[in-house]
């Protein structure tokens, strides 16, 4: 999982890095593009088996998802800084928590509600509504770590009735598919960095994904899924490395509140699976 997340953040910072230069959504075109060729060349002759699927329309609306997640997330990188936009996104564990009552018909009690609300506060001291510092920018990784909990919600739902590289391989086509349309409209021409550049984007991409997957393939939930929080530790090194930017007093405060309260939600969900007991 710490591998898994280095690569998430390399990414992103490879994309906010490109937005200086090229179109944002063509950077989203290349993070799907190469990251579908990258999975194509893997799977090869497995791809027509892998794409049948009990639940078509339900991985179309996921993969839709996502892509609404990356196109929300790269424009919020590329006019904010790294660590806020990455702290803000956190936001997303503690929003499938409370999603899933309505989605997935879960009961979750009043420890996990009060966890619900910290975190909620925590990304409300990142954002300042009101405030001197707002940026309505801010409100992009908001919006797409509400994006990205639905995602989550309806993974877990197409867990029970498909392969995990058959959703991901949905995920990179039709992410592929639907900017292959757009880009042109949004279109650069790349130098020879830039086109590596996009190449490195989709490779750790799709990489980042495949190891996601071994992680918990390899280990329970509880054990992988707190190092998660690592990827704040990695944006604040290449946002400072890579940008020169540092996270202010409010930022660190934020990031650390949906933190804590992300890891506490998690810890009840573990009691309440082990003894039933969410008081």
């Known amino acids: 999982m710490l591998l898994t997340m280095l690569l998430f953040v390399s990414m992103d910072t490879t994309a906010k890095y490109m937005t200086q230069s090229y179109p944002t959504l063509q950077i989203v075109w290349a993070r799907y593009l ?26 179309l609306f996921r993969s839709l998802l996502l892509l609404i ?12 800084p790294l660590t806020e936009a990455s ?6 564990p503690i929003l499938v928590t409370a999603l ?11 420890r996990r509600w009060a966890g619900i609300v910290v975190g909620f506060v925590g990304a409300l001291i990142i954002i300042r509504p009101g405030g001197d510092a707002f940026q309505v920018a801010a409100l992009l ?17 197409l867990s029970q009735s498909d392969q995990p590289l058959t959703t991901l391989s949905y995920t990179a086509l039709v992410g592929a598919v639907i900017m292959c349309f757009i880009a042109p409209f949004n279109w ?18 799709g990489v980042s994904q495949f190891t996601l997957i071994k992680a918990f393939q390899s280990a329970t939930a509880a054990t992988v899924t707190p190092f998660s929080y690592s990827s ?10 890579v940008f020169g930017d540092l996270p202010d007093r409010w930022t660190v405060a934020g990031a650390v509140i949906i933190a804590a309260s992300g890891l506490y939600i998690f810890h009840r969900e573990n009691l309440r699976k082990g003894d039933n007991d969410d008081t």
Not at 69 to 80: A, D, K, N, P, Y
Request: glycine content about 10%; charged content about 10%.
């Open 34 to 59: 190469f990251h579908a060729l990258l999975l194509a060349l893997y799977l090869n002759r497995r791809i027509p088996g892998l794409m049948r699927t009990k639940r078509l329309g339900l991985q």
């Open 69 to 80: 997640t990356t196109v929300l997330f790269f424009i919020g990188l590329s006019l904010i």
């Open 87 to 92: 702290a803000i996104m956190f936001v997303a």
């Open 100 to 110: 899933s009552i309505p989605l997935l018909g879960e009961k979750v009690g009043a």
């Open 141 to 157: 990784p908001f919006g797409a770590a509400c994006c990205y909990a639905v995602y989550q919600i309806i993974t877990r739902s």
């Open 188 to 205: 650069q021409t790349p130098d020879l960095t830039g086109w590596l550049l996009m190449i490195l984007i989709g490779f750790l991409g």
């Open 232 to 241: 704040l530790i990695w944006a604040t090194l290449y946002g400072f490395l």
